[in-house]
């Protein structure tokens, strides 16, 4: 079982403010995705990285890749309250899932 | 796009029902589906490997007995959770891939309530 950690598990910041969850582990993936999911919903696929080293943008949501693809991390700039969520890294075939970050964004 | 539905989205039964959830790909076919189970404030946590054709894989831990999967199209897999009790209740989700991918995409859930 290839095992994803994410840290940090809660994270409660300001609007307007920068953020970064990671992804760790000491498996090299072929494929790392990122997962928002709200509550009483299923997990919706913001981004998959698949190439070391790789960067992604998605407004703004930044996704790296490490060059071993051994982890992964998450920055979202300005946040806003609507990115609030359970933000999941995900990696494998059969996904291994991180525990998730929390992320409150206050008003 | 790639829509997974799942139905129902909410249940309630009674302890000692079986209950049965479908997981449908609803613009794809997935040769494989997932479902997972989870647990208020956790993460997904897998159950089991859904194949179109052939048995269910379950992971280590999960009786392959009481919660059966039956994958029986190319767009359909349901599980079905036998002899529920209170313990069971949870939160089920299902996933699949669409072929010559490597994403999988959820389904949006379905809420057991065992009473």
New interface residues.
């Given amino acids: 079982t290839q095992l994803l950690e994410q840290s940090p598990q809660f994270l409660s910041i300001q609007e307007g403010e920068n953020l970064t969850v990671y992804c760790n582990s000491s498996s090299v993936f072929?494929?790392l995705?990122w997962?928002r999911q709200e509550p009483?919903?299923?997990?919706?696929?913001l981004v998959?990285v698949?190439t070391g080293g790789e960067v992604k943008k998605l407004k703004r949501l930044t996704f790296q890749f490490g060059d071993a693809r051994k982890d992964s991390s998450l920055h979202i700039t300005a946040a806003q309250p609507g990115d609030t969520g359970l933000y999941?890294c995900?990696g494998g075939?059969?996904?291994?899932?991180?525990?998730?970050t929390?992320v409150t964004v206050r008003a | 796009g790639a829509v997974v539905s799942q139905h129902p989205s909410r249940v309630i039964c009674k302890s000692g029902t079986s209950v049965k959830i479908e997981c449908r790909s609803l613009d794809f076919q997935a040769t494989t589906m997932f479902w997972y189970r989870q647990f208020p404030k956790q993460s997904l946590m897998l159950m089991a490997t859904s194949n179109e054709g052939s048995k269910a894989t379950y992971e280590q831990g999960v009786e392959k007995d009481k919660f059966l999967i039956n994958h029986a199209s190319l767009t359909l897999s349901t599980l079905t959770v036998t002899s529920a009790h209170p313990e069971d209740s949870s939160f089920y989700i299902c996933s699949a891939y669409r072929d010559r991918e490597y994403e999988q995409y959820f389904g949006p859930g379905t809420r057991l309530t065992v009473t």
Wanted: glycine share 18%.
């Fill in positions: 072929s494929s995705q997962y009483g919903e299923g997990p919706v696929l998959t698949v999941l995900a075939y059969k996904l291994s899932f991180g525990a998730g929390t």
